[in-house]
């Protein structure tokens, strides 16, 4: 595998660019592998490499039903941040916020992480409270974020209006070291790292079947055929349910969709990312000027991939009192994606009942943000069969205990 | 937009004018029931991609629960009925089988 650096351009540029390799290989699966990843989204490529970087394991195979980074790593709204009141979420966010600034440089491919700052704003009292109360968390926990005032919320951003009749600025949660990177880059950047180590990306393979012996999986039926392996990960986001039945146990998961859409593009007016919980909205520039704009959740299960002009409609509507711009602005795309919602609205990262299957799943609303911390994670429990400190408190038991990681109140919305 | 007919009412209702309640028929566990049956009622979910049955609510109309059979896949609805009931009635799994012949009621 050739690097990409200015010296590669200055010579691609004098050989007429023949010389270019394709990022990753495309081979036909082998009859085995020591660990098969189902899922070549943003988590399941991130376990895979973390798997051969950390752990030493590359006969690892990743199977895809669809396109590599098609689904939701692709449909997000590109936020990362590691604001959370939580100590086991705070934990694995900022570990996975924290690479993501040498993401770039350790994967020799540019995901273009852009710290530009993330603002939460409290426009109720109740939200004042509850991010003074997540700063102090975040203090405590070595995060560091700060509330801060009104004045300021309008100097970072001048075209908010914080003194709306209905949802006034009250102050923000502030983490400057928060911001966005380019969501596809982090799929094709890890999908290149795991070929050059010599791992198979298997697309268009979707997953059909789980064959297992004793309480432990001994492969996989695909629609490229069977394949074996000694060890599982089931990393597949919206159809986590689906791939557990397989496997024979259910999840306390359900899968909605969370709509986003963007807006024409502008000149740059936002150089930060805005979220709004009360009234359900977040927004950023994107590098092309499309404001990238995040809703709510459908509140009924679906798997379409489809959003719904209402929540469109409901989304903008709110947004125009703090946004006044957006009500000359035309919006261009929307799409959907297929969220897995847990009981809690943490992740699961967890052993299964099955002796040698691992899950990933559960990242809700909220998964690009954690793709570096989730595969390391993941990853260091798939290589010793235990989870480490970042995974220990996401295990599945923790419903039937009543551990739970409680976000929903934390985030109180989509995250 | 889903639109669904309120089997109280009889008024198609789009869904701006429901609330949505999730997995319907769920078995409720009380007092002296293990924590796996608790986990169960709680948490576990068939969350299946095809024929699903759910709970709405009429909430801008009458303000009834009802229970709707539906197709998460495609989006498609199958029928509407009153909530009072431990299992879908034998008109909704007719109406069911005619749409999705393999189907099997229990899935």
């Known amino acids: ?415 | 937009m889903l639109t669904l007919e309120c089997p109280y009412c009889g008024i198609m209702a789009d869904e701006t004018e429901l609330s949505p309640g999730y997995e319907a028929h769920l078995k409720r566990y009380g007092p002296g029931s293990t924590d796996a049956e608790f986990e169960a009622y709680m948490f576990a979910r068939k969350n299946p991609k095809g024929v699903h049955f759910e709970r709405w609510r009429h909430a801008y109309g009458c303000g009834k629960w009802f229970l709707a059979a539906r197709c998460t896949a495609t989006l498609e609805v199958f029928g509407t009925y009153p909530a009072q009931t431990s299992g879908p009635p034998p008109h909704i799994i007719a109406a069911i089988k005619a749409r999705r012949p393999g189907w099997e009621a229990g899935q």
Not at chain 1, 58 to 68: P, S
Not at chain 1, 155 to 178: F, K, M, S, T
Not at chain 1, 323 to 337: A, D, E, I, T, V
Not at chain 1, 353 to 369: A, D, M, Q, R
Request: one cysteine or more; a positive charge; hydrophobic letters at 40%.
């Open chain 1, 1 to 415: 595998m050739k690097r990409y650096s200015a010296f590669a351009i200055a010579r691609e540029a004098i050989g007429n660019h023949l010389g270019w390799q394709k990022a990753w290989a495309s081979p036909a699966p082998k009859a085995a592998y020591d660990v098969i990843i189902v899922g070549a989204g943003g988590h399941g490529l991130a376990t895979a490499y973390y798997l051969g970087k950390n752990h030493g394991i590359t006969n690892v195979a990743i199977l895809e039903k669809g396109w590599l980074g098609g689904g939701n790593t692709g449909r997000n709204t590109t936020i990362i941040r590691s604001n959370y009141l939580q100590d086991p979420s705070a934990a694995i966010y900022e570990k996975s916020r924290s690479l993501y600034e040498t993401l770039s440089q350790d994967i020799n491919y540019n995901v273009m992480f852009s710290p530009r700052g993330v603002m939460m704003l409290a426009q109720t009292h109740h939200e004042v409270r509850g991010y003074r109360r997540t700063a102090h968390a975040n203090a405590l926990q070595g995060v560091t974020t700060e509330f801060i005032t009104p004045a300021r919320v309008k100097e970072l951003c001048p075209i908010l209006n914080i003194d709306g009749p209905r949802y006034p600025v009250l102050g923000a949660l502030w983490q400057a070291r928060g911001g966005t990177g380019r969501h596809d880059a982090v799929a094709w950047g890890y999908a290149r790292a795991c070929s050059a180590m010599g791992m198979d990306i298997i697309q268009q393979c979707e997953v059909t079947g789980v064959r297992s012996e004793g309480g432990q999986v001994t492969g996989v039926e695909t629609t490229k055929g069977a394949i074996a392996c000694k060890k599982m990960g089931i990393v597949v986001a919206g159809h986590s349910g689906q791939v557990a039945d397989m496997a024979g146990f259910r999840l306390p998961v359900e899968a909605v969709a969370l709509q986003a859409l963007v807006s024409e593009p502008i000149k740059p007016c936002m150089d930060v990312v805005v979220m709004a919980n009360t009234v359900h909205g977040y927004m950023s520039q994107s590098d092309k000027g499309e404001m990238v704009i995040g809703g709510g959740t459908d509140g009924f299960n679906n798997y379409t991939q489809r959003g719904s002009f209402h929540h469109i409609e409901e989304t903008l509507r709110a947004l125009i009192e703090t946004f006044p711009m957006l009500s000359r602005l035309k919006m261009l795309r929307q799409w959907g994606g297929i969220v897995d919602m847990t009981g809690d609205r943490s992740p699961i990262i967890s052993k299964t009942p099955l002796g040698n299957c691992f899950i990933n799943c559960g990242w809700g609303t909220g998964g690009f943000k954690a793709i570096p911390g989730s595969g390391w994670a993941m990853a260091d429990l798939m290589a010793r069969g235990e989870p480490g400190p970042l995974a220990e408190a996401f295990d599945l038991w923790r419903f039937k205990e009543g551990r739970f990681i409680d976000e929903s109140v934390a985030a109180g919305v989509a995250h």
